[in-house]
């Protein structure tokens, strides 16, 4: 009988321990206020680029933000744009850094 109940209490504990492989650890996770401060700030960053350089070149434009880290990606139609829609982003209060990683449209 010993042998089943070892054999069983190594199995649970592997199982266990592998359940929580995959998961991101504690210090990954965000808190309640901080995921929707992150998300406020998105939605401040979207609408200061659109009401810049208009709607539909800002619809081409990903928004991502991270513990107050915001970064821009997507494709863009030209220099110009990129540097508005990196303008816009600046004058966003509450953003701690901003990554720019807009790239120009192929001609």
């Known amino acids: 009988m010993k ?3 070892a054999a069983l209490a190594v199995a649970t504990a592997a199982a266990l321990g592998a359940a929580g492989c995959g998961s991101p650890g504690a210090q990954s996770q965000r808190a309640v206020g901080e995921v929707s401060d992150d998300a ?3 939605a401040k960053v979207k ?3 659109a009401t ?3 709607a539909r070149a800002a619809s081409s434009i990903n ?3 991270y513990r ?3 970064e821009l990606s997507g494709f863009v139609d030209n220099q110009e744009m990129a540097s508005r829609a990196l303008a816009a982003a600046k004058k966003v ?3 701690k850094s ?3 990683d807009l790239r120009l449209k192929a001609s």
């Open 63 to 65: 928004v991502e933000t």
């Open 93 to 95: 209060s509450g953003i």
């Open 68 to 70: 107050g880290v915001v």
């Open 40 to 42: 406020a700030l998105t």
């Open 47 to 49: 609408t200061a680029i």
């Open 52 to 54: 810049d350089v208009g």
């Open 3 to 5: 042998p089943l109940l």
């Open 98 to 100: 901003l990554k720019n």
